[in-house]
């Protein structure tokens, strides 16, 4: 049994690396930490984790590090990286913060404000986006989570970026995310009272931070600089990203390209002609829906793709990438079958 | 006070008609008909209307129309042509279903699947967008009301239609849906277990109805074929509709020809720069608020636009479209304002 | 047109009181004050009031009485009794914390847990549960509005209390509330992520404030010690309360005493024998609807009562109040008809 | 291998049991059947379980039962009694309607309102409450599931009567019940737009169905009879029942009772003195969290119960229920980690 750390225990990501840790056949939970819970059970933190045997929560500086296979860091951006400075350098870690998805630390800062204070651990880090940097992350000794949004865009685009099937000054992303993506933060756009029975765009006009991902990716597979537009909304659900792209390219081409990338894939599923995806259909599991339309438009094409944000866009991501970095299977673990209704 | 007939009382936008109507200080409720459930009283069958005194629901076909000023039918389409064409021809009348919405009956055909039946009626027909079509409304014997998702959409296209201020080939609009605007139908997928929590597209690739009309008025205006892409997706609230669209042009021309459109208007609201609209801030309003961002990439905004399905999408819009038929002052009777949480 | 100040704007029944004296025709709102928002636009506070002409939010401190005829509070209780006690001493006051709704300053501090500090006003306060206190209420200075429970309850027990027709000794009253009772507060039990989609219980075994009001008022009626059992639920929605009650007494003289006490009053509703309410057919109203059942087991009733907590738990009471005390029609301005769907 | 054949697997019951046993490491699906969606992939029917293997649905008339160890019929009520008595007389069945569950055939039709049409099968029928039926269930050959409130309610009240620590003639079940405990029913009061945001009373007055089990099990522990007082409410969540339990009895020998009789148990929880429990925290497990609280009233206590309605309350009870009548270990398979948020 692979021992895991997991750091910063009391988020919704945490919590989510708890329930599908503590049922993976090859892991078990060795250390559970969190800054402002240390001292306390999960189950004052999480009651729904309460018939769960866990170890009390601890102070990050009061790890032992020396029985630790893995660390999986759930920290807020800024907060991980002068964590994981700090963590034993021959320590294989993911960390699901965005301190360490952008490979240049002039865009890390203009994304997101603050300086890089971790350049050295940088270059060792992978780029967590499994399907398509499953040899790296096997071999890292860092790996960077993705964005749960970037995640379900690059599903979509990747391929056909890759394929050169659609015109790349002309990507629209339109996304509709569950408020837990926001995590458990006491803000008041996220009561209940303020989110339940409507829906905003928020981040309007390319600047959500997620966009830095979908820059150096794209760009990089284009080989040019790749910008695209990119809008979120929040919609009243806990769990889910339902991302609608609009493209230009042909319908065959398109559907190819998703299809043969994905035809070997366990957990991303191309659906058939004439179906999108739901979240609903998608949720707690680490799955992918896509859906690909033909528009009436010539030429256009409408592919919509699903995932649960907690799940595939970040802790069952990190289970995945876990697997691969431990010499396990990579769905060991993963067989979370979708909770509807 | 003039007295209005309602059609089709047991639907939805007649529960909103009535809630409007009711206290509506120059008209009266004179009749309510419902086809299957004549003979009961409103409260059996809208248990939250049964402090209003109204009267019992009644056949259409027992409808006295010697005393109306005003019929509004809220039927199914197909229904309501049926209907209307068996009305006084002399009686004005606004009707929300589909069958008036487009000029040409072969266009209604190919949209909607069966004959225009009421050829004789169409002739008649003005198109109820009210702010668009102000005076041929007034003195209209029939008024069209819009689809829900074609007002919100033409809110934000038309008037960048008229100015010519953005690319006619590249208008995508993007809409979050709730579910009242499918009516009180017993379908699977509008039940709470399938619906909450989660969301999905529908009628992808430019297969929704509504396309009828938006290809009709911007075509209209632009003189010239115009064909926007349009998704929408349904989303786990009651009210309210979302639209981002996604459009080709310089942001100030943008802001400028939405700004100076509707400077005017009373209930459609252009927010300050920076800001965009949520459906939790117009629920229940006859209120449109409209945000306009440039997105980072030159030349491109996205505009989000706000409104209630059921009244300024529907109801209101009908009440308001009654008022100018009426030769009330538009804005009587819809100073609702917003229920907030 | 009567001049109304509301103290403590930027709440939810701050919000709730602008939209019903918004509409209210011999009402204006001539005062918005709001401790942290002060000079804000009310927009920025409450972007749904958006449309409406209403005064920039300024501070407590900053308000000039002379002009005003009414003052309503919905500031935090402790925080109430503070700002009360300064305001000038001739004007009439409505407070919807719950600084005076207990008559006896011991019974304050034992369910408050600190100590009233403005008891030269208590002396001058009517208890605000209209139906019960309207002739106290239209010549009190101040009015100490209810808890949105204690209305909630009292709706029921009253009328039974009075007419001696239930056992005292065992009255159950179990409630459903919506979160909006909570106010607009910063707390992890109150976002979406944590509420939505389930239920709890809380303050269980007898220790929710409102109990406070409930002893005081069934014993001032019982003229003895009245002691019941109240268990609060927490359920995901906005607004509304449900609250069944368990009594054990004779289903007709239950039923008679209740409909006898409600007959002739216009917010309050004994539904048809058979019926019993729904917290969705009220919301947004001014309206109590009430349903009276036969147990099984003789001589036991299940009353069950469902109100909008903002509008007749609250901010619809103090405008009914407001009317009362300003010699106004008690019912102007609350032909609020119910928002459904 | 145990080879399982699922009849009815097409409604919410059927799905929960496709997603338990899926995952089970002894049992396999081995058919599926359902009447009117025969000829489907699952997939068709339930689109979350697309990436699952699973056989076509077939016709029940189609099954070949010769390779079956056990049929679980999670079919409507008086259809299941008509299939399963044409099952093989030697194959074991677990039976997830109302059929099976009452002894007498007099009170099935008083509670159902239609004959027992199966009387010969009702002799071999256990009643599969399992933590109080475990040693026959496991050698039972028809399993008759719990009505999903039922279960919750005896959680609380058996251990409570067994001891004699509360008075039988006032017990006063209040439940509050997540909509997927109505199946995939197209019935008005269950569309999003009817349900969401409210909640209300249904089948008040001890009319509910599953009275019938309360009386029949609880007057069995007591020797005598027992009639409680049960109302359940319909709140805006799609899978949980919260049980709220008025039981008059010493705080000590409640709590006592309920903890000497779980403290084995692995899947009650009884939660430490001050807690109670959230639907929320059992959501897709096969837990039940129980609470219990002294009231300020002197011998009164409240015991609040939460489980999910699907899995504890019937499919997760269906399958621990399978594991006991196959002679597997009764938790494997049901390590089900609470889906949160």
Known sequence: MYKIAILGASGYTGAELIRIINNHPEMEIEVLAAH??????VDKVFPHLRSLELPTLIKIEDIDYSNIDLCICALPHKTSQEIIKRIPTDLRIIDLSADFRLENADDYERWYGNAHKALEVQDEVVYGLTE??????SGARVVAGTGCNAATGQYILRPLVEKGVIDLENIILDLKCAVSGAGRSLKENLLHSELSEGTNAYSVGGVHRHLGEFDQ???KIAGRAVNIQFTPHLIPANRGILATAYV???????????????ENEHFIHILPSGETPSTHHVRGSNECHIG???DRIENRCIIVAALDNLTKGSSGQAVQNANLMLGIDETVGLSLVPLFP
Chains 1, 2, 3, 4 share one sequence.
């Open 248 to 262: 230009n390219g042909n319908y065959q081409a398109v559907r190819e390209a998703l299809s043969q990338r994905y």
């Open 217 to 219: 990716e794209l760009s």
């Open 36 to 41: 402002s819970k240390a001292g306390l059970r």
């Open 292 to 294: 690909i339309v033909s």
């Open 132 to 137: 398509f940097y499953r040899q790296e992350i």
